[in-house]
């Protein structure tokens, strides 16, 4: 296949295209670099299956040659309200990359008679009042709040994207992404694994907000990426949570993180200054996704962070 990924210099836009690659694929990569990083591709530059082209997804997008998919994963993510790559600090690109960028995608995509497959948000639940999340909760966002640039630009993108599937017979797909880790992540993310892992590899104490009772689910990015190349393979076109199921507390997390690089530093409870509106509980249901498309995830979360500790240390330069 040939194939067009967007946010391919992003973290999971980056193992995206290696993975694809790995199985044969022709890639072209578009990124902007305004969150991307040119390093997390800058390996397959002389891959003579893989073009980079430099552009902004809310511009229109015009691929000469047929191309079989278009993976739309371009998006700000970060809900650091400190990094200049946070959604909070960039809410205009979030929004025109959630509704001009898919558009533009879903554009190329009916242009080639492609596949289209939309990387969306466990984000577009909210703070949820029904746990854990299955694909037909309709989620608790505020339209007005600060995060709705985020949350919303992906619940648009997906009703956009089911449009076109409806009207346009667009072979469409959309993957729920809930929290997903591992190499290339951003240190300063803004989300608990980044926070608490770089912490710890610096021998500081874990901070945890409130009492840590909040809680996540993690998958390893490697699990993430098979049930997406199983979803585009498959014939669903409604969406598809694909996360790890297993639910722990942020106090849970934090004592794990000490363990497994051994720091001394412990744990510092402080008052509880979450994101507003930032969830108390966040779990996927993935039936659906053990049932259509016969995944689940198979890391534990000892070994996923073993496999993604190097690259935090590379980064601190504690390698």
């Not at 016969?294 to 496999?307: A, M, S």
């Amino acid at each position: 296949m040939r194939i067009l990924i967007t946010g391919a210099a992003g973290f999971l836009g980056s193992h995206l295209c290696d993975r694809l690659l790995s199985e044969g694929h022709e890639v072209i990569g578009l990124d902007n670099f305004i969150t991307g990083n040119p390093e997390n591709i800058a390996h397959l530059m002389g891959n003579e299956k893989f073009s980079f082209q430099r552009h902004d997804v809310s511009n229109f997008i015009f691929v000469k040659d047929k191309v079989d998919a278009v993976l739309h994963f371009a998006s700000p993510a970060s809900p650091n309200r400190e990094s200049p790559a946070g959604y909070f600090n960039l809410p205009i690109q979030t929004m025109k990359a959630g509704a001009l960028g898919t558009h533009n995608c879903l554009g190329v995509a009916r242009h080639h008679n492609a596949k289209f497959l939309l990387a969306s948000t466990s984000e577009i639940y909210g703070d949820p009042l029904v746990h854990p999340q299955k694909e037909d909760y309709t989620g608790n966002v505020d339209p007005a709040g600060e995060r709705a640039v985020y949350d919303e630009a992906k619940r648009f993108a997906e009703s956009l994207t089911m449009a076109y599937h409806r009207a346009h017979n667009v072979d469409t797909r959309i993957v729920r992404i809930f929290n997903t880790y591992g190499p290339r992540m951003d240190l300063e993310d803004g989300r608990a694994l980044p926070n608490l892992l770089k912490q710890a590899l610096l021998g500081e104490p874990l901070t945890v907000y409130g009492d840590g009772g909040q809680t996540r689910s993690f998958c390893y990015v490697d699990d993430l990426l098979a049930g997406i190349i199983k979803l585009l393979h498959s014939d669903e076109h409604l969406p598809v949570n694909i996360g790890n199921a297993t639910e722990m507390s942020i106090l849970q997390f934090a004592e794990t993180i000490n363990r497994i690089v051994d720091n001394k530093g412990g744990i510092k409870f402080v008052e509880d200054a979450r994101s507003v509106r930032d969830p108390q509980q966040r779990q996927p249901d993935i039936t659906r996704a053990k049932n259509i498309l016969k995944w689940e995830p198979k890391i534990e979360l000892d070994e996923g962070l073993q496999k993604t500790v190097p690259y935090f240390k590379e980064k601190l330069g504690l390698a």
